[in-house]
């Protein structure tokens, strides 16, 4: 899961909670090439791994 969080100043704050997948890497890495260009090269402020099952952190270095 992943989400941004704008204010009215227009800062944001990038997050993402586990970044992992049982589904399959190719789906896993679809998935962060979406967010990372929905980021357009903004960083990523808070990533938050909830356990250390591969399906919750398998993406990580991605």
Request: glycine share 10%; proline share 2%.
């Amino acid at each position: 899961m992943s989400g941004r969080l704008s204010a009215k100043t227009g800062d944001h704050f990038n997050w993402v909670y586990d970044c992992g997948s049982s589904s399959g890497a190719k789906e896993r890495d679809d998935a962060i090439r979406k967010y990372r260009s929905q980021l357009a090269n903004k960083p990523i402020d808070l990533v938050v791994l909830s356990h250390f099952d591969g399906d919750h952190i398998n993406g990580i270095v991605a």
